[in-house]
């Protein structure tokens, strides 16, 4: 599995797969922001949206707050990853390799 900035339920899988032994996590750290937000409406008729959720894994570490660490870290600017050189994908695919999968 391969991460970038992830904010969303994605991050939940990636954590939750590394925590249990069941993904190598192959990227960048995350920003730690993954959480679930509630709509109020007031009575002006305008929106408020309140973080009201997050995500603690299995091994208890709260991701909304620390992020997740990649096994394998790949240091790269994202705006110079292209269709044909993506660093982190290939660091993905040799750890399959590596792994037999």
């Avoid at 939940?12 to 993904?23: K, L």
């Avoid at 009575?43 to 309140?50: E, L, M, Y």
């Avoid at 009201?52 to 997740?68: A, C, K, M, N, Q």
């Amino acid at each position: 599995m391969y991460v970038a900035m992830i904010a969303d339920v994605s991050g939940v899988i990636a954590a939750a797969t590394q925590a249990v032994g069941r993904a190598t996590v192959v990227g960048l750290p995350t920003q730690g922001v993954i959480e679930g937000m509630t709509e109020f409406s007031m009575p002006d008729g305008s929106r408020a949206f309140i973080h009201t959720s997050s995500y603690r894994g299995p091994d208890g570490r709260e991701v909304g707050l620390t992020g997740i660490e990649p096994d394998i870290r790949v240091d790269v600017d994202w705006d110079e990853v292209t269709t044909a050189d993506d660093p982190v994908r290939d660091a993905a695919v040799e750890a399959l390799k590596s792994s037999g999968g």
